[in-house]
């Protein structure tokens, strides 16, 4: 009951209950006339409206670069079982399921067929015959590891060794494609093993703490099977304008929209963060939102990832907020080599994405956001799972850059006459990959099973900010509202994460 209810011209609530007595007029009976309280006749009061995505007010997100699922959380069960984490269904590497629960239950570490060891390198391709060892998945012991290939071709035959367009996806072309790319580029495991590889809790503490504690997924896929590029195309636009290759020196930006446009639109506000900022003339530069004409009709929305840290001190954080890799820096964790830094650290890559998400946590806006943290594609690494069917952006739009031939240039795999095949179009996702949903309203201990593309992040923006769809690719997706509690926050108070250490062993030269 406000003050303005009361009968007596009183503004002071201690005065009005000392006074209201003197005057014989109980103050419960007063409360009664009202319809406040106790008086039955009266119904009670309708109950809060339920939470729901309108009480995020804003969404980050940073996709890191090119690690597969099972590359790093494939061990994720093994590490609930040894921290106390209730178990539930999670479809990692087979090896880390317990005997007897949730489905999936233990099985035998994975393997892919290696090189048959009467072809060395250098001089010889890789060779995959009878007499080829099986490699099992193994525990690799150095934070840094060169490059395998998770370009458009290799990603076929990881597929399928033998056949790649058959399909039933056999899984077995993972060691061929890193053993090629090894061979092809002078590298130092010329038999593709570091492709088996995977990481655990041990060396990456607070990923697996954030993963267990907040949200994460075992259905989560990039949206093509090809590199870096047109996965973030696709991650901005929901399309790649049918590149299935990076943009060549001198092609224009593409014209689709980009989410930043629909928000621009709408007058929401957005803002892309860099990492490696160090041009303050070119605030574009390292910035995949440069493959579109977005960047340069908004070049006063892109800022050095310092500002994200001024805006979570101002308070001034904008509703939709994009985050690039240090990609210059070593701080993206992308496999090394040809990444401009020999070797990157992913210790030193998920220390930097724990500042990044700590901050928020300690920051007056923790209280109606969320960080998506992801990675863009899944960088040649096994998985078991394969890439699963999906809607293409635009049935019109087919791969404009299928290299025809002759060698070293093609023929793609894809090259007519069998462009014709599904996974020659943009209607399989690529292969999974990592994912954490960090906010207070995010589910505790939660593995989501739906399958999704990491287009779903665009679905989950249009939905909350009421937007259109940019294609048929995110019309499609889960609006990704099954990993929250919008009710019941079970984060307000955000936990008290694990320091990620950066003290591992780095080299190349050796494995594991």
Known sequence: MS???VALPMRNAGLKKLLLPMLGIPLMLLAGCRGIGTDPTQPPPPPPPPGDITQLNHIIILAQENRGFEHYFGSLRQYWAANGYPDQSFDGLPQFNPASGAAP???????????????????NDCTINANSPAVESF?????????????????????????PL???????????????????????????????????????PYYYFMASNFATSDRWFSPVMSRTQPN?????????????????????????????DLLQ?????????????????????????????????????????????????????????????????????????DDNVPGANIQAGAKYVSTLINGLMQSSSWKDSVFILTFDEFGGFYDHVAPVPAVSPNPNVKPIDIKPGPPPNGPDICAPPNNT????????????????????FAKKNFVSHTPADMTAWLKFVETRFK?????????????????????????????????????GACYVNQLP
Not at 281 to 292: E, G, R
Not at 423 to 433: A, E, N, P
């Open 3 to 5: 003050d303005a209810t």
């Open 421 to 440: 095949d599904p996974k020659c179009d943009f209607l399989y996702t690529g292969y999974r990959i990592p994912l954490i949903v960090v906010s207070p």
């Open 232 to 260: 973030r195309m696709f991650m901005l636009a929901a399309t790649s304008g049918g590149h299935v290759y990076p943009l060549r020196s001198g092609d224009p930006p593409l014209a689709d929209p980009t989410i930043f």
């Open 467 to 503: 937007l259109s769809s940019l294609t048929q690719r995110d019309a499609a997706q889960m609006d990704m509202t099954e990993f929250f509690d919008f009710p019941n926050p079970p984060w307000m108070t955000p936990p008290t994460p694990p320091e990620q250490q950066t003290t």
């Open 105 to 123: 239950l233990q099985g035998p570490a994975p393997t892919n067929p290696g090189c048959d060891p009467a072809f060395p390198a250098p001089g």
């Open 265 to 337: 639109a709408a007058n929401i506000s957005w803002k892309v963060y860099v990492t490696d900022l160090t041009d303050a003339k070119n605030p574009v530069q390292d910035s995949a939102l440069n493959f579109f004409a977005t960047a340069a009709k908004y070049p006063d929305h892109i800022v050095g990832v310092d500002q994200y840290f001024a805006d979570l001190t101002a308070g001034t954080l904008p509703s939709v907020g994009y985050i690039e890799p240090g990609y210059n820096g070593g701080l993206d964790e992308h496999p090394g080599v």
């Open 166 to 204: 058959f399909p039933t996806a056999t899984l077995d072309g993972f060691l061929w494609t890193a053993a090629h790319d090894a061979r092809a580029n002078g590298f130092f495991d010329v038999d593709g093993k570091r492709a088996m590889s995977y990481y655990d809790g041990s060396d990456l």
């Open 139 to 163: 525990k690799m012991t150095s934070m840094c590891e060169e490059n395998p290939s998770p370009s458009w071709n290799e990603s076929h035959v990881d597929w399928n060794l033998k056949d």
